[in-house]
């Protein structure tokens, strides 16, 4: 079946314009997870949803980073007026939910570049 | 949430066991111990979890100290597609925080023929 599905692959924007990151999860999973990846380092979470409802954004990094999954399945990380330091790998994940185990299934990534 | 100590790399020879170390001296008794691991510029990949008892699948056993201060990730015959960057989490259950994965630096596994 199909996994985690991310768009666009690869982003190159400029500096101040905002960007809009697309995540397609597994069909039927519950809860989906946003997370940064900087080179040689291992990702950073940000935010995740359970259905439509954000439970966790404690790691987005300002007010500039938002994601929103208005009918609980594809979700957007939106960043306003990109900055350099913004340049990284974005990679989502879902997983189906449950309390006691929860294995997330990660998609390619958005590789972000901002000139 | 706890925080975990893997060492930086290693090296295993193909068809070894590859056995990867993994310190949790400051995990709780609700947080289980999870293993994911990331070849080149793949996402990460869960491998195997457990909370107190020895978990075993088709990828990889997890042994887990009584104390469960730390554990062992083996992999039993390591190949040349074992060769990835290893990462040991400890995860809380039950909570709001149930959600995130906490990455470290994790330990760049090389499989050599």
């Known amino acids: 079946g199909a996994g985690v599905s991310q768009s666009p692959r690869y982003k190159v924007t400029k500096r101040g314009q905002d960007v809009a990151l697309r995540c397609d999860p597994i069909?039927?999973?519950?809860?989906l997870y946003w997370y940064r990846q900087a080179l040689g380092q291992g990702p950073e979470f940000l935010t995740y949803f359970n259905y439509e409802a954000q439970q966790d954004k404690s790691g987005l990094p300002n007010d500039r980073f938002s994601a929103e999954r208005p009918e609980g399945s594809i979700s957007t990380l939106t960043i306003q007026r990109t900055e350099q330091r913004d340049s990284a790998m974005y990679r989502c994940?879902?997983?189906?939910?449950?309390?006691?185990?929860?294995?997330?299934?990660f998609g390619p990534g958005t590789r972000l570049t901002v000139l | 949430d706890a925080k975990t100590t893997q060492p930086p790399s290693m090296d295993c020879a193909e068809g070894r066991a590859a056995n990867l170390p993994c310190n949790h001296s400051t995990i709780s008794g609700n947080e289980y111990v999870y293993w994911y691991r990331q070849i080149h510029s793949q996402g990460p990949q869960y491998i195997i979890h457990?909370?107190?008892n020895n978990e075993t699948n088709e990828m990889a056993s997890l042994i887990i100290t009584e104390d469960r201060k730390s554990s062992t990730l083996i992999l039993p015959h390591a190949t040349l597609r074992d060769t990835a960057v290893y990462y040991c989490?400890?995860?809380?259950?039950?909570?709001?925080?149930?959600?995130?994965?906490?990455f470290g630096a994790g330990t760049q596994v090389v499989v050599t023929p």
């Open positions: 989490i400890v995860r809380v259950a039950g909570t709001d925080s149930w959600g995130k994965l906490q």
């Open positions: 457990g909370l107190k």
């Open positions: 994940a879902s997983s189906s939910g449950g309390v006691s185990y929860n294995e997330q299934f």
């Open positions: 069909s039927g999973h519950v809860s």
